[in-house]
């Protein structure tokens, strides 16, 4: 059964940067993967998703220029640096790979961002 596990998660001030992980178990080749983030109340939104060799990135527009997602080459590991962090980023941040039609889904990490 794939897994995926989220850290790096915390408590930061606005401006300030973190980096977030995410390691996929269960499975051999690799996958298309990203970054969701999800606010109580609210709907959960991209953050970011990156192709299978790492490539090509795609990111959500309240991130752009401050987000950067990568991977581990070779491997359904993934990473997601923030810097410039904001108030409105205080989030749930989830682990997402698209398997066939579905989608798998991380247990997530929060991420608050607080003066």
């Known amino acids: 059964q794939v897994q995926l596990m989220e850290s790096g998660g915390g408590l930061v001030q606005p401006g300030e940067s973190l980096t977030l992980s995410c390691t996929a178990s269960g499975i051999s080749y690799r996958i298309p993967m990203g970054w969701y983030r999800q606010t109580a109340g609210e709907q959960r939104e991209l953050v970011a998703t990156?192709?299978?060799?790492?490539?090509?990135?795609k990111y959500g527009d309240s991130v752009k220029g401050r987000f950067t997602i990568s991977r581990h080459n070779g491997k359904n590991e993934i990473y997601l640096q923030m810097n410039s962090l904001k108030p409105e980023d205080t989030a749930v941040y989830y682990c997402?790979?698209?398997?066939?039609?579905?989608?798998?889904w991380g247990q997530g990490t929060q991420v608050t961002v607080f003066s």
């Open positions: 997402n790979m698209k398997r066939g039609v579905a989608d798998i």
């Open positions: 990156i192709s299978t060799g790492g490539g090509t990135t």
